[in-house]
């Protein structure tokens, strides 16, 4: 039976929707996510308001839900541009999440599941683009919004030009669309950016 690849970008967008971090930071602390921190729906908004065991729950569950529905629609035999779009709707769901007053989190963690879907190399290759530009740029967002755009580049110039480069392409689009809301965002402290004590 032939699914239409539109049950997939659905199905995706509504992974994508549910909110961990938001659920599990209530379940633990009692509080919402979004009111403290960086005011994202994010592992490291975890880690700072409910600690380490629950933004490691919280990564594993947002890796997952990226994950999932690139695996199927990739199994399900769709062209590698549907399973891409299929990447970037469930993405496009923890950004903008239908559950949570489309108040989501930045997709990082999402975009890894895509990845790791289609390709644990592309993956790789993807965080360590992440790694080596926010070491040098020394601002996450921007990092993040540059890693977006960059890594589709390379990955083509190291040959990887199938399914998780179209991956890429499409959810390193949203990721840079939605990091530009955190462009002139201060970093105290490199990546968790939390308060400094006073010298």
Known sequence: MNISPVVF???GY?????????????????????????GHVTTTNTIRQAGWAPGVLVLLLDISKGFLPTYFAARAGLP????????????????WPLFAQFRGGMGLATTAGTLLAVSPLGFLLALATLLVLTL???HAARASLFAGLAAPLVFWLLGLR????????????????RFTIDWNRQ?????????????
């Open 14 to 38: 509504l992974s994508g929707s549910l909110p961990f971090a938001l659920w599990v930071t209530r379940l633990v602390k009692g509080v919402d996510v979004r009111d403290g921190g960086s």
């Open 80 to 95: 590698a541009w549907a399973v891409a779009l299929t990447a970037a709707s469930t993405v496009a769901g923890h950004c």
């Open 162 to 177: 199938g399914a998780e480069l179209w991956v890429m392409a499409a959810a390193g689009l949203v990721i840079a669309a």
């Open 187 to 199: 970093y105290r402290e490199l990546w968790l950016d939390r308060e400094q004590p006073e010298r």
């Open 136 to 138: 040098t740029i020394r």
């Open 9 to 11: 970008w659905i199905v």
